[in-house]
């Protein structure tokens, strides 16, 4: 019987929650996760986005995106989501942008000295999931660090209360070592279960070198650009191992679809067999997102998501 709590090797379903359309319609996709045999649910973040959109863009942490259909607090919300996984075997785990929020969060207004707007000239990351817009940064400097953690503890606090049973960190070496370490601590301290993955793909080795005393329980390897012959990916391994256990990526969220790298049926069924293959027993678990069970050629948009065309997969 597969157990809700397992960490060791998570298997982990990558869900859009605007691609699923309002909470009424969740159940037929936690229902696929439990016919697939995943173990972990991680949701992109189902809050309320700044006037871009951008839901990697978060303008108010305690309510969720109106196109979920549901105008109650974020906490009763995600307990809600939370039972619902529980009761098919899963552990809900919740995306965590740390590093910034929208233009026109209250927060920024209430606490304008811990923001610096963002670059607007900044050019795109690719170890991002999903490009930003309007951002106010966190500015992490000596006097902010301290307040920043506690607020940030005190979202945190209250969904582990609701159920969440653990994080993906978006871009963990853009944060202060100490402060990541502060904010796992905090977590840990409330919920031992609870589990942080650091999304590292593409991260340069000092930037990696910087995360080794953060906590970290998993890391996310490059997998999904492996051609399963380049000596890169064993390089990369041995430096996420000193990390954390390196968890393998079927595909990218937010990027260039498989299917896309495939001229034809044969060769697209063959090359999801392979990556499947390994990734299912990769040693330290894997991660796969929402619509790779179709081979969906469409990318997981942040932002104008289609539950409709999602449907008709």
């Known amino acids: 019987m597969r157990d809700a709590e397992r960490t ?10 605007l691609l699923a359309g309002p909470l009424e319609e969740w159940d037929r996709h936690l229902d696929r996760c439990r016919e697939m045999g995943f173990t972990h649910l991680l949701m992109a973040p189902p809050f309320q986005p700044g006037r871009g959109g951008n839901i990697f863009l978060t303008a108010d942490h305690d309510k969720l995106h109106p196109a979920l259909g549901r105008d109650l607090p974020a ?7 939370a039972e619902q996984c529980a009761s098919r ?5 919740l995306d965590l942008v740390l590093d910034r929020v929208a233009a026109e969060a209250p927060v920024v207004r209430a606490n304008p000295t811990w923001f610096q707007a963002a670059p607007s000239d900044e050019l795109p990351d690719p170890r991002q999931l999903f490009p930003k817009n309007r ?3 966190f500015r992490f400097d000596a006097e902010s660090e301290a307040p920043i ?9 209250d969904w582990l209360r609701a159920g969440v049973r653990g994080f993906r960190l978006d871009r963990p070496h853009m944060l202060p070592s100490g402060f990541l370490q502060q904010v796992i601590e905090a977590a840990k301290s409330a919920s031992p279960e609870c589990r ?17 005393t953060a906590g970290i329980d998993f890391t996310v390897a490059s997998t999904c650009w492996w051609d399963f012959r ?6 990369e391994h041995a430096r996420l191992e000193a990390v954390a256990p390196p968890i393998a990526l079927s ?7 498989l299917a896309e790298s495939y001229p034809n049926s044969a060769t697209l069924e063959e090359g999801y067999r392979r990556i499947v293959r390994y990734c299912a027993t990769s040693e330290h678990g894997w991660l796969m997102p929402m619509g790779f069970e179709f081979a969906c050629a469409a990318p997981l948009e942040a932002v104008h998501a289609d539950p409709a065309a999602f449907r008709a997969q």
């Open 8 to 17: 060791d090797a998570p298997a982990i379903y990558y869900f859009q929650p």
């Open 75 to 81: 906490e009763t919300i995600l307990g809600e989501i």
């Open 89 to 93: 075997g899963l552990a809900l785990w």
């Open 135 to 137: 951002a106010s940064v």
């Open 149 to 157: 953690a506690e607020w940030w503890g005190r979202r945190i606090a």
């Open 196 to 212: 942080f993955v650091g999304w590292t793909p593409g991260l340069a080795p000092e930037d990696l070198a910087r995360l080794q």
């Open 230 to 235: 380049a000596d890169w990916y064993i390089d």
């Open 251 to 257: 595909e990218m969220p937010g990027g260039v679809r």
